[in-house]
């Protein structure tokens, strides 16, 4: 794959109009777009659709996690929507649940670990008696098990989850910051390079490209380090 079909442009941005602005002007340097909850809930299901329209590939990040078959209708849905990809937290009942449902679909769907905002004192403060880089180890042998598409996790553990998973899985990876970059809320970050270095398949990268003073150049700096890197 070419960098550009690798780097997804997270468009953690208020309103519909400011990301349909940025998608603009990152043109035809980006082809790869994640809309999340922040979006999501400001009419951006719709932009989602009108990006797939485009020709542009949608990462549908709602990380879903519910019974068995409300999963299974969820994602039924998303798969009519023409989305690439959509993440699930990494259970194993609600995982298997959403592969039956994607069959046939072409939607690659992703297991969610640990989030790259977590640490050791985060997951034992929410009860989990492993340390991040086990637990992510053991979601990633049971997405394998499921059938799922591929993994979420911080470049810090795609080298270990690559060894799990294969070559054929997606491994994606949040987190990503530029050399001197602000790491911000997260935790576990590596640079773009470093990243697919590791065995990273997909780079998520929003703030540092969407809110920088020259969000196109951010975006071809970083597909450079990547090309560099491959």
Sequence with gaps: MAPRNRLIVGLDIPTVAEAEAMVARLGETVSFYKIGYQLAFAGGLELARD?????????LDMKLLDIDNTVAKGVENIARMGMTMLTLHAYPK???AAVKAAEGSGLCLLAVTVLTSMDEADLSEAGYEYDPHTLVLRRAEQALAAGMGG???SAEEASAVRSIVGTDMAVVTPGIRPSGA???DQKRVMTPGDAIRAGASHLVVGRPIVKAQDPKASAEAILAEMQAAL
């Design 182 to 184: 602000d790491a911000g």
């Design 94 to 96: 609600p995982m298997r």
């Design 51 to 59: 990006l797939a329209r485009d020709g542009k590939q949608v990462f």
């Design 151 to 153: 993994i979420v996790c």
